[in-house]
């Protein structure tokens, strides 16, 4: 069968030949795939940057899908660690890891959402106690991700949403997405602290899709204008778009309850992660939360994959 082939860390991957899988296992089935998303996480996995990365050669990159068994049924799966990835003609589905789509249901739109908005999905309903009527700071919250994000937590009952950005032409989007108000992080550090401790001084969850300086500048901000410093303030790093690394005075631990943590694989059990899949996908199915989606041929892959595309857009690879 024909897929996406990383045959070099150093280079995109190739349309090419690799053996047609076959389902053996008890929960297994073979599917058709319709749409596979390319997500950073699969970027990152196909260059051999991410943390799970083992270094071998060749992969089929992809790390969920949307597929079509031989009885008609449609799926959304997210394939197991050691399985081929899902950038390929067909793919074996382990139905443990699967939700049943409605019928109707477009496989490119829930291909090019479930990852993204899984990440705050889940960081919200499963790495902290978030309750309705809370405060929720979204740090890169003019990506495809942080878009999601910003709604996801409206839906999820947060009462104030203040989301942050570079991106002037996208942050100006995200009061119509649910965001009760933007914060500009381009500019001096005293302004952009300046801004972030008035907006968000009282969050109780920073979801961070940046890292790197962007996030000692705003715990610092945040910490220091806040109103009642013992009042615990939950940062879950997510992403790290801004830097790998950060540089994280002391103080920021003792003068405040700053609780950092991550959201991820090995952060979360993986049935923590799966049982989050079907609610999340009933909501990109009925329409509640989606993306906007790049549908491309799997043959041009290498295109795909070099060709900038639009922060608030998501390339599905179509087989």
Sequence with gaps: MHAAVVHSFDAPPRYDTVPDPVASGEHQVLVDVLAAGLHPRVRSAA???????????PLVPGIDAVGRTPDGELLYFVAADSAPGTMAERAVV????????????????VA?????????WVALRRRVSFRPGGTVLVMGATGNAGQLAVRIARHLGAA?????????????????????????????DRDVADRLGRAAADADVVLDYLWGPPAVLAMTALLTAR??????????????????????????LRAGNLNIMG??????????????????AQEIAAGTLAVDVLPVPLDQVEQAWNTPVDPGRRVVLTP
């Design 112 to 120: 090019a959402a479930m990852n993204p908005g899984m990440s705050s």
């Design 263 to 280: 959201s991820g694989q090995g952060s979360l059990t993986t049935a923590g992660i799966l049982a989050e899949l079907p609610s999340l």
């Design 94 to 109: 382990d139905r443990r890891r699967a939700v049943a789509l409605p019928a109707g249901t477009d496989p490119a739109a």
């Design 47 to 57: 260059d051999g940057s991410h943390y799970t990365s083992d270094g071998t050669l």
């Design 227 to 252: 109103s009642d410093r013992a009042k615990a303030l939950a940062w879950i790093q997510i992403g790290s778009m801004a830097g790998q690394e950060i540089t994280l005075p002391s103080f920021l």
């Design 160 to 188: 104030r949403v203040i989301g942050a950005g570079r991106d002037p032409g996208r942050l100006a989007l995200l009061k119509g997405l649910g965001a009760d108000e933007v914060v500009a992080l381009d500019g001096d």
